[in-house]
């Protein structure tokens, strides 16, 4: 590659700067190695899915944009996947939703099994990535009223409860395949556009389906259960029954995983400060790591404040064997390999930096109560040569520096993307 000679050289520099600061520069890319990012699928075909429906998504759910090249079919989104994956440096995870299942002809959300999802499976061994899953409870006619596990019909919540238990079938299944657990993880839509009568019934209603779902014990080797809250939706905009406060006492009381969206809550509140709450009381936690603008709009993941504060939070707190790290975001005005290649570089780089702080010495200094020397600290790391350990960790892992990696979409843009 061209650029090795230089990639070697600032690398070696960049050592020992962060040498100097009491960081092992080997050592944090050894860590980072062993981190797995979990891309999700609906970016590659907004939010379609592979049941043969009118693709209509709904649900509070918008993806904007129209761009070439969407993903139709199972083989294109993993020949797209294939595609991200090599661009991006590590070993990395899917998470696939229930409506990308290979059905054959008409299988409602009740009667999904392993064996429509024995094709990702197979996939996920030859390509070495292991799979998370959740069930999908929208897009569907019978999320059409906006009332799923808490519909006030208990034919629909029946349904829905039967949709959940297959799911975590399904990924238990998955888990045993691939030797290590599935996340799964449910959210669900259901909501009021206005002012509810009652709060507390579609609440205590999504309790009892959740209980029902959740009534058999899974191995925690195979798979992992997350529950995933929201502030609100388009046509859910006053009420959302799942709210923050809901799932963080279902989590607590039953142990599960909690879910942190970075586009559900307040637009100036981030997901970081909630890390080391949380994981006081709940075993582990699933991030989905998203970006809204003004709104939870699931922008590609950039590199913000916010994204360096959550990964900072998870090396800082030593958090690393506890939280689950997916994306979801989807956007449709770009090329939809770029964005996955770009957003989960993005949370890969930001997850660098972070294992790059000197964290002893910093703690240490605010353990002393020497505030001036941490916040001098911490601004001195943000010029620190941090790109030239990020381009040495993309060529030892044989992917792309710098932006070389858009020549290769383009090219597959061209040769792929613009025949669909
Ligand atoms: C919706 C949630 C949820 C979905 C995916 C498709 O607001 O964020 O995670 O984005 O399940
Ligand atoms: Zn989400």
Same mark, same amino acid.
């Given at each position: 590659?061209?650029h090795?000679?230089?990639?070697?050289?600032?690398?070696?520099?960049?050592?020992e700067?962060?040498?100097?600061?009491?960081?092992?520069v080997?050592?944090?890319?050894?860590?980072?190695?062993?981190?797995?990012?979990?891309?999700?699928?609906?970016?590659?075909?907004?939010?379609?899915?592979f049941?043969?429906?009118?693709?209509?998504?709904?649900?509070?759910?918008?993806?904007?944009?129209?761009?070439?090249?969407?993903?139709?079919?199972?083989?294109?989104?993993?020949?797209d996947?294939?595609?991200?994956?090599?661009?991006?440096?590590?070993?990395?995870?899917?998470?696939?939703?229930?409506?990308?299942?290979?059905?054959?002809?008409?299988?409602?959300?009740?009667?999904?099994?392993?064996?429509?999802?024995?094709?990702?499976?197979?996939w996920?061994?030859?390509?070495a990535?292991?799979?998370?899953? +959740? @069930?999908?409870?929208?897009?569907?006619?019978?999320? $059409?009223?906006? /009332?799923?596990? %808490?519909?006030?019909? !208990?034919?629909?919540?029946?349904?829905?409860?039967?949709?959940?238990?297959?799911?975590?079938?399904?990924?238990?299944?998955?888990?045993?395949?691939q030797?290590?657990?599935?996340?799964?993880?449910?959210?669900?839509?259901?909501?009021?556009?206005?002012?509810?009568?009652?709060?507390? +019934? @579609?609440?205590?209603?999504?309790?009892?389906?959740? $209980?029902?779902? /959740?009534s058999? %014990?899974?191995?925690? !080797?195979?798979?992992?259960?997350?529950?995933e809250?929201?502030?609100?939706?388009?046509?859910?905009?006053?009420?959302?029954?799942?709210?923050?406060?809901?799932?963080?006492g279902?989590?607590?009381?039953?142990?599960?995983?909690?879910?942190?969206?970075?586009?559900?809550?307040?637009?100036?509140?981030?997901?970081?400060?909630?890390?080391?709450?949380v994981?006081?009381?709940?075993?582990?936690?699933?991030?989905?790591?998203?970006?809204?603008?003004?709104?939870?709009?699931?922008?590609?993941?950039?590199?913000?404040?916010e994204?360096?504060?959550?990964m900072?939070?998870?090396?800082?707190?030593?958090?690393?064997g506890?939280?689950?790290?997916?994306?979801?975001?989807?956007?449709?005005?770009?090329n939809?390999?770029a964005?996955?290649?770009?957003?989960?570089?993005?949370?890969?780089?930001?997850?660098?930096?972070?294992?790059?702080?000197?964290?002893?010495?910093?703690q240490?200094?605010?353990?002393?109560?020497?505030?001036?020397?941490?916040?001098?600290?911490?601004?001195?790391?943000?010029?620190?040569?941090?790109?030239?350990?990020?381009?040495?960790?993309?060529?030892?892992?044989?992917?792309?520096?710098?932006?070389?990696?858009?020549?290769?979409?383009?090219?597959?843009?061209?040769?792929?993307?613009?025949?669909?």
């Amino acid at each position: 590659m061209a650029h090795s000679m230089n990639v070697q050289s600032s690398y070696q520099l960049a050592r020992e700067r962060y040498a100097a600061v009491g960081v092992d520069v080997d050592h944090a890319i050894e860590r980072l190695k062993k981190i797995a990012i979990s891309l999700h699928c609906w970016q590659g075909d907004d939010v379609g899915g592979f049941e043969g429906g009118d693709g209509e998504l709904g649900s509070g759910l918008a993806v904007t944009g129209n761009y070439p090249g969407r993903a139709r079919s199972p083989e294109e989104l993993r020949s797209d996947l294939e595609m991200a994956y090599s661009l991006i440096p590590g070993d990395h995870r899917l998470n696939l939703h229930a409506c990308y299942g290979e059905f054959d002809g008409p299988v409602d959300r009740n009667e999904i099994g392993v064996e429509h999802f024995q094709g990702w499976i197979d996939w996920g061994k030859s390509q070495a990535v292991s799979l998370d899953f +959740n @069930p999908t409870f929208f897009s569907h006619p019978k999320a $059409d009223d906006g /009332f799923t596990l %808490s519909a006030a019909d !208990a034919g629909i919540r029946q349904f829905w409860i039967e949709h959940g238990i297959a799911s975590r079938k399904i990924a238990a299944a998955m888990g045993k395949a691939q030797g290590n657990a599935c996340v799964n993880n449910f959210w669900i839509p259901d909501g009021f556009k206005d002012t509810p009568a009652s709060r507390k +019934n @579609p609440r205590t209603r999504l309790a009892d389906s959740l $209980d029902k779902i /959740f009534s058999d %014990s899974m191995n925690p !080797a195979e798979t992992l259960e997350s529950v995933e809250c929201k502030l609100f939706g388009i046509g859910s905009e006053s009420y959302v029954v799942g709210s923050h406060e809901f799932y963080m006492g279902y989590a607590i009381s039953r142990q599960k995983l909690l879910c942190l969206d970075a586009g559900h809550f307040h637009p100036t509140e981030g997901i970081a400060d909630k890390i080391s709450s949380v994981l006081m009381y709940v075993p582990e936690l699933l991030l989905h790591v998203s970006r809204g603008v003004r709104w939870d709009s699931d922008h590609v993941v950039t590199y913000s404040d916010e994204l360096q504060a959550i990964m900072q939070e998870i090396v800082r707190g030593d958090f690393l064997g506890r939280v689950h790290i997916g994306l979801d975001f989807f956007d449709a005005s770009i090329n939809r390999v770029a964005a996955w290649v770009i957003g989960t570089r993005n949370a890969v780089k930001a997850m660098l930096a972070a294992l790059l702080e000197p964290t002893e010495r910093l703690q240490q200094f605010e353990l002393e109560g020497n505030y001036t020397a941490r916040l001098a600290m911490m601004e001195e790391l943000k010029s620190m040569p941090f790109g030239a350990v990020w381009d040495q960790y993309c060529e030892m892992t044989d992917t792309p520096v710098g932006m070389d990696w858009l020549a290769k979409v383009e090219q597959y843009e061209l040769d792929v993307l613009s025949k669909r």
